[in-house]
């Protein structure tokens, strides 16, 4: 299978390629499907970014994982597909996991997904959900993989979906959180700990106190100076005024306590990214004591589409993002690296109702707004904000994406980071952020505004990605 899955990728690449919508500084799959970001680490200098892959299929089919390696988030190695689904432990899906450097040597957790034969509904019955581990070899192929929990290890209570295991250290214990769903339809966390990354145990549970939807997926829970924040990504979550507008949802809850005694939630759900198409963020710590978190620009289940399916691929990752805490929330930006990027900066008074074209649709805008305002982005793009709510609005760009919204009381900076199909959109400094595709002709890059502000703009120079020493 392995054989099979890179040949296909070499045979198929070129046709990909060449679709003006392919990115120009984002991280996509070099054909086929992409999904969560795995696997996230930095090891020996070099940053290791897995992805959920299936390359013979643009619409998903049984998954693998991706992987992309850099030194300095400018310069991309594709390497060889290595994991694909073809053992026992993991024969219907190598699902999401997560990556912990112990001693020099990186462990990595996945879920293991496994059909069983027969008329099963797979929520409740006929799954199994096995927790799976391998090492990184030091020529940059895995080690034999193997089983450290299945389904009888975990409580009687739970449906057949529990998965995205992600390990951190504690006072010199091994914690490992794993999202949930029990048989009652209630999202959860479970918590296992281990004293050596083999043998895991049951610890306890991070749960809610009334129900917060059916499941609980891709839990990622780290420290931001000394506060514990718990990611994770609800579904089954109904839409409450202008909050949780998306079919599932992304956000973090703070939390109070050590994990030895249980640790207990401490502050409501907070959503992260309010755009179309964010999910599954995964975050860890690089050897410069940064935060960073990648997330899958794309969402499940949704109403709306990507037209590139018909191009042979689908989804991408975001922009790599610094988290930081400052008053209690959880704030994201771009990395240093990302914004080194950036070339040809101007200053520029936006009078209203003039349209400044940027010179293509990859560019990096920061806009200084002062009150109420109305902004034209690209081709029919809006951002508008009354004086309480910021509104994301897209048109025939949007393949169904139509509007999203966030609270805010007060809205002083915009930084607009616009690729061939994406726009990342941070708001106050990553105090909000809104993620979305967009696919419009690109004929058209305005900027226009119905009052007067001050913008600064640079244009954004693209990845290199390179296989085996070449650029693609």
């Known amino acids: 299978m392995k054989s099979t899955w890179n040949q296909f990728e070499q045979d198929n690449i070129e046709t990909v390629s060449s679709d003006p ?45 991706g992987h992309y390696t850099t030194t300095d988030w400018k310069t991309f190695s594709r390497c060889p ?18 990556a912990f ?35 990184l070899l030091e020529d940059g192929t895995v080690s034999e993989r193997k089983n450290v929990l299945r389904n009888e290890d975990y409580p009687d209570d739970l449906s057949c979906h529990v998965r995205d295991p992600k390990v951190f250290e504690e006072d010199g214990v091994y914690y490992m959180v794993l999202g949930a769903r029990t048989k009652e339809d209630v999202g959860q966390i479970l918590v296992y700990r281990s004293d050596d990354l083999e043998a895991w145990t049951y610890h306890g549970r991070i749960q809610s106190g009334s129900a917060f939807g059916y499941m609980w997926e891709c839990p990622d829970l780290f420290e931001l100076d000394g506060q514990k924040v ?6 089954g979550v109904e839409q409450q005024g202008l909050k949780y507008e998306n079919i599932y949802q992304n956000g973090y809850f703070l939390l109070d306590g050590k994990m030895k005694e249980g640790t207990e939630i401490a502050a409501p759900f907070a959503e992260f990214d309010h755009g179309f198409d964010f999910y599954a963020p995964q975050t860890y710590r690089d050897e410069k004591g940064r935060r960073i978190l990648i997330g899958w620009m794309g969402l499940p289940d949704t109403d709306y589409v990507n037209p590139t399916v018909e191009r042979g691929w689908q989804h991408a990752l975001t ?4 988290l930081t805490l400052s008053n209690g929330k959880v704030f994201q930006f771009p990395i240093k690296e990302v914004l080194d990027l950036s070339c ?6 936006l009078q209203a109702g003039h349209v400044f074209e940027a010179e293509g649709p990859c560019f990096h805008a ?24 910021l509104s994301f609005a897209l ?19 915009i930084d607009v980071f616009s690729d061939t199909s994406s726009v990342e959109i941070f708001v106050n400094g990553g105090e909000h952020a809104l993620t979305s595709r967009i696919y419009d002709t690109m004929a058209s890059n305005r900027i226009v505004s119905d009052t007067d502000m001050d913008m600064t703009i640079r244009a954004m120079r693209s990845y290199c990605i390179e296989r085996g020493g070449e650029k693609e």
Not at 319 to 322: G, K, M, Q, T
């Open 101 to 135: 450097e112990k001693d020099g040597t990186v462990h990595f957790f996945y879920t293991g997904n496994i059909k069983f034969e027969g008329e099963h509904d797979y929520i409740y019955e006929g799954r199994g959900h096995y927790v799976n581990t391998f090492t």
């Open 21 to 65: 919508w392919r990115l120009t500084y984002h991280l996509m799959p070099p054909v086929g499907w992409l999904n969560d970001p795995n696997g996230l680490c930095e090891h020996k200098g070099t940053t290791h970014i897995f992805y959920q892959y299936s390359p013979l299929d643009a619409n998903g089919a049984k998954k693998g994982w």
């Open 81 to 98: 597909i290595e994991l694909v689904p073809d053992q026992e432990i993991d024969r219907d899906g190598v699902y999401s996991g997560s």
């Open 230 to 235: 718990l990611m994770t990504c609800p579904q």
């Open 344 to 349: 040809d900066e101007r200053k520029i008074e």
């Open 395 to 413: 048109k025939d760009s949007g393949y169904g994406r139509d509007v999203r919204h966030i609270e805010v009381e007060d809205v002083h900076s």
């Open 366 to 389: 920061t806009l200084f707004p002062e009150g109420p305002f109305s902004i034209g982005l690209r081709q029919d793009a809006e951002l508008n904000y009354d004086g309480k709510v």
């Open 319 to 322: 922009l790599p993002r610094e």
